[in-house]
């Protein structure tokens, strides 16, 4: 099954200054990655996602970047505030298997002011 | 939010107990989905539901036992559970799960402690 990697596993900024999270997978027929950004004792939201037939896609201060060759995903906040500390999780969906989403560990990026 | 919502938020349960898990979601979704969030551990996926069919058994114990009379509500079942079951248990719905790469939207979970 899909196996997905994120790094690093927490990520302290300062305000102003962009964060960077990466992501691997390892089944080659995934083609959703949706990145979703957790508060503390809230639900995961989506905040941005990409599929395979994309290289990139931004959305103001959030861009994610997709390398199908290489399997690796990644995550940018530029000009943090402290309103972006949270935890970010990565996830992959095979194709194949529907909306089967297989989750990274999860990044808590603390933004300090 | 109120899209997807969870009852009740907070379980307390001896591991003798039966106790469910409801969820509910008004977006007129046909995927419904229970995941389980523990501390240190990746959101795991345990079981998917489409237009009321079970598609996905993530290996889950049998101590674990889900429930979808419709594409509004499901239910997770829970008998003589462990403590290691202690963990945010969330419910998420997506709208298709034929089309990869729908949008799944998670209700607040159920934080469950079991003694």
């Known amino acids: 099954g899909e196996n997905v990697e994120q790094h690093p596993s927490t990520l302290s900024v300062q305000e102003g200054d962009s964060a960077v999270i990466k992501c691997t997978y390892s089944?080659?027929?995934?083609?959703?990655f949706p990145w979703y950004k957790q508060e503390l004792g809230k639900r995961p939201q989506l905040i941005i996602d990409i599929r395979s037939n994309v290289g990139e896609k931004k959305d103001q201060r959030i861009a994610v970047t997709l390398n199908k060759t290489a399997k690796h995903f990644s995550l940018h906040i530029t000009e943090t505030q402290p309103e972006d500390s949270a935890v970010y999780f990565c996830?992959?969906?095979?194709?194949?298997?529907?909306?089967?989403?297989?989750f990274g560990g999860g990044t808590r990026v603390l933004v300090k002011p | 939010e109120t899209g997807v919502t969870q009852t009740p938020r907070h379980l307390v349960m001896g591991m003798t107990n039966k106790k469910s898990l409801k969820c509910e979601q008004h977006l007129g979704h046909n995927a419904m989905y229970w995941y389980k969030q523990s501390a240190k551990k990746p959101l795991e996926l345990m079981f998917v539901y489409n237009f009321k069919e079970q598609t996905e058994n993530n290996s889950v114990p049998s101590r674990f036992s889900p429930e979808c009379p419709n594409s509004s509500h499901l239910f997770l079942h829970l008998h003589t559970l462990q403590p290691e079951d202690s963990a945010l248990y969330l419910c998420a719905s997506s709208q298709d799960l034929a089309g990869a790469g729908d949008t799944q939207y998670f209700g607040p979970g159920t934080r469950l402690t079991v003694l």
């Open positions: 089944d080659s027929a995934s083609n959703y």
């Open positions: 996830a992959a969906s095979p194709g194949a298997a529907g909306n089967k989403l297989t």
